[in-house]
């Protein structure tokens, strides 16, 4: 579990974290969506420590992040894996120097037990059979799985996902999904996905916070939505009129006004 | 007051490459790796440019040398000592700076870029320690050898010219090699050399790990980092002549 309260940052004079606070649970894909600039990426930095907040407490179970030394911060860091926007993969290694990185860092395990983690972790992401090549040699969907597949192999208590369906198909970003979300489950992490893809947020939303101009907006998860009348969340996610016509037709669903064929009851 | 800013960043980035490695063997591997790239990866240019320096000096300490009174011999030791004591140390460094430089800011630069180094430092990895410190280590052990090796060839190459274009035989080219000779200028070399050897590796280190932006602003930064080093090199080259000579 991973709990902040306050959270406040700024860059020069704007304010763009402005006192957020919210719960992201084990076992649950935690997302958090909003408009580009309402502070998303920058709460997901400070989460990690890529930025440090100017106010506000980050609790890692139990643990306060933002009093630990620099050396308590690099061991935390161990069981935390992150799949970054552009994969952020290493151009120079193989697919499976890349996964086997934090293995050769962090690990005394033999060469073999290495290869054969790296090798589990592949099938996991369905990536059998790609040790050998580069991250050029690859597609962006593979290139996001090989990210996940490192970002997993130190079996991480808790796992970042910064927009990962960017740049992607709409089914292989449903595969990319369905994969964290599965991953999370079986590894009983706490997972945290920044995202503003529409269909993450419905498919996987176990717990959503909604920001806006660097505050928290709403929360709640992909059934609640549905329902929220919230403006500003409702003009973001469904903001097309194809996607108000989704949002109405789950709303029928949910309240049990729609047949086994999809047709409205009358 | 940017400037300063500025500098500040600098000296708190060469402090917090100062920490334990998290694996040594993955360490030296990066190390071996940067005295390859940087060592190996420049000999070719080195080779070059201090053979056709040492011939070029050559050729033109024999044309302004016109007094029947100055034996032929004292254009090896104007050409020894102008390529111990200048044309080794700092042209080679600034040719360095150039090679050297560009790749260390611009390598560093792409991997802020694309959230590499983000992704190490999720990792729990130190990044100033992993990846700026073996280029640092690496500069300092390997561009003093390069300096050394132009000395030798930038000699090399006035001997070969000298010969080759009748200016003087080789006997007298190396009778006048070992007249007046002072160790103190190798020493002094070298001690350019190490100076130099920091001034280029931290320079485009700090250059490239501070990059912000796009494609466009690493060719900026890479840019910057050699006009740096270059001028800083010239400072500094005068700086320790005026001291040390």
């Known amino acids: 579990m991973i709990e902040f309260t306050n959270l406040k940052k700024s860059f020069g004079e704007k304010l763009v974290l402005d006192g957020v606070s919210h719960v992201m649970e084990t076992g649950k894909t935690n997302l958090i969506i909003g408009t580009s600039g309402s502070g998303k990426t920058v709460l997901q930095k400070c989460l990690v420590g890529l930025f440090e907040p100017d106010e506000g407490e980050i609790i890692y179970d139990g643990k306060n992040f933002t009093e630990m030394t620099q050396d308590e911060r690099k061991l935390l860091r161990q069981q935390i894996g992150m799949l970054f926007q552009g994969s952020a993969l290493f151009d120079s290694m193989t697919v499976q120097d890349n996964i086997k990185f ?34 050029s040699e690859i597609s962006g969907g593979m290139k996001k799985r090989v990210g996940i597949a490192r970002a997993i192999v130190l079996n991480p208590k808790y796992l970042f996902c910064d927009e990962p369906n960017s740049g992607l198909d709409p089914q292989t970003s449903m595969l990319i999904d369905k994969l964290i979300a599965e991953i999370t ?19 996987i939303g176990d717990n959503i916070l909604y920001m806006k101009n660097g505050k928290k907006e709403w929360t709640g998860n992909s059934k609640d939505i549905i329902f929220s ?38 | 007051m940017n400037f ?7 000296i708190l980035m060469l402090k917090g490459m100062f920490s334990k490695p998290e694996n040594a063997k993955l360490y030296w591997k990066e190390f071996m790796h940067q005295c390859a790239e940087i060592g190996v990866g420049s000999l070719g240019i080195v080779v070059l440019i201090s053979v056709f320096m040492g011939a070029v000096s050559t050729v033109q300490t024999s044309y302004q040398l016109v ?9 090896a030791q104007i050409v020894r000592d102008t390529v111990i004591l200048e044309f080794a140390p700092t042209l080679v460094c600034i040719v360095l700076a150039g090679v050297i430089g560009s790749k260390i800011a611009s390598e560093l630069g792409n991997m802020r870029v694309s959230e590499q180094i983000d992704a190490l430092e999720i990792m729990g990895i130190n990044t100033k320690t992993y990846l700026v410190m073996p280029k640092i280590v690496a500069s300092l052990i390997t ?3 390069l300096v ?90 005068y700086a320790l002549a005026a001291l040390l000579l």
């Open chain 2, 4 to 10: 300063l800013s500025q500098f500040g960043k600098y």
């Open chain 2, 148 to 237: 050394v090796l132009a000395m030798g060839l930038g000699i090399y190459g006035g001997r070969l010219a000298g010969s080759a274009a009748g200016i003087l035989p080789v006997e007298e080219f190396d009778r006048g090699l070992m007249e007046n000779f002072m160790p103190y200028n190798v020493t002094f070399a070298l001690i350019k050399a190490y100076t130099f050897a920091f001034i280029i590796s931290t320079i485009s280190a700090f250059f490239g790990y501070y990059v912000s932006g796009g494609s466009l602003e690493i060719g900026r930064s890479s840019t910057k980092s050699v006009v740096v080093s270059c001028v800083m090199i010239l400072l500094a080259d």
């Open chain 2, 143 to 145: 561009i003093p050898m």
């Open chain 1, 229 to 266: 009348d919230n403006q500003g969340l409702n003009e973001f996610i469904f903001a097309s009129e194809f996607l108000q016509d989704a949002k109405n037709m789950r709303k029928l669903e949910a309240q049990g006004k729609v047949d086994q064929n999809g047709d409205i009851k009358k």
């Open chain 1, 185 to 203: 489950k079986e590894y009983n992490m706490t997972t945290v996905i920044n995202t503003h893809d529409m269909n993450s947020v419905m498919e």
């Open chain 1, 102 to 135: 934090p293995l050769d860092m962090f690990t005394k395990d033999a060469h073999a037990a290495k290869i054969k983690r790296v090798d589990e972790v592949l099938e996991r992401v369905n990536l059998v059979g790609s040790n050998k090549k580069f991250p």
């Open chain 2, 67 to 75: 007094s029947p009174l100055i034996s032929k011999s004292a254009i």
